[in-house]
């Protein structure tokens, strides 16, 4: 892999390669507490494989999932219209909606290196315009759908295992043990979210794009350090 290319896409490799390891991580550690378990009940244990592949790791996997997108879909969404004087995360209050094509450089404003669709001011303009709230709800939805599935086979087989009923799909939405995986996560990121944005009006690290200069006044909104 050319040096340059790594240089250049080093925060996405980075970050790549530490998702890999966290999820192999996860998926071992999953798999012992499984098999734990199984042993713990009299059960037979099952392969490495066999795990992953299972409605136990898929619903672990994909609770997080969800939560993370949906994270990064509000907070898109949200930094559009709202705002937080001083924060680093929010834009400058004059910024606030979707601002000018002016400003976005699209249409007969666009540069000579600009994407084809920016420069376009027909349906392709209007969905690229929106393609990253777009893909990030996809995801989300996809992510949601995959863990109430999941979650659902699981419980499914907890039941089975005790000689209970199982539910429908549907039931298993309106089911405590759902919601509290989906709220659990949800709180998590909506807390860290928050945090972030107050804690960057009066807290600084050097040399981060999160964070405004050093020596920036606290009310400075919507800068970079």
Known sequence: MPLRFVRDNSLSIVFGLLFLAA??????????????????????????????????????M?????????QFTLFILATIWLFQRGSN????????GLETDEQQRVGPHAG????????RKDWRHR??????????????????????????????????HHDQPTVSWASY??????WERTLSNWQS??????????????????GSPESKPVGAPHNETGSSG
Request: proline share 2%; net charge negative; charged share 20%.
């Open 112 to 119: 000579p290196n600009s994407p084809r669709w920016a420069r």
């Open 89 to 96: 995360e929010s834009k400058r209050e004059e910024d606030l």
């Open 127 to 160: 969905l690229y315009a929106h393609s990253l709230l777009l893909v990030m709800l996809t995801i989300f939805v996809g992510s949601w759908f995959g863990q109430s599935v999941t979650g659902w086979t699981s419980y499914n087989d907890e039941q089975l």
């Open 62 to 70: 994909l609770e997080n999932w969800q939560s993370e997108y949906l």
């Open 189 to 206: 990121e909506f807390l860290a979210v928050g945090s972030m944005a107050i804690f960057t009006v009066y807290l600084r690290q050097r």
């Open 173 to 178: 939405l309106g089911k405590g043990e759902f």
């Open 23 to 60: 999820l192999v991580g996860q998926s071992v550690a999953g798999y012992y507490e499984e098999n734990e378990i199984l042993t713990a009940h009299g059960e037979a244990s099952i392969s490495y494989g066999r795990y992953l592949v299972s409605s136990s790791f898929g619903v672990e």
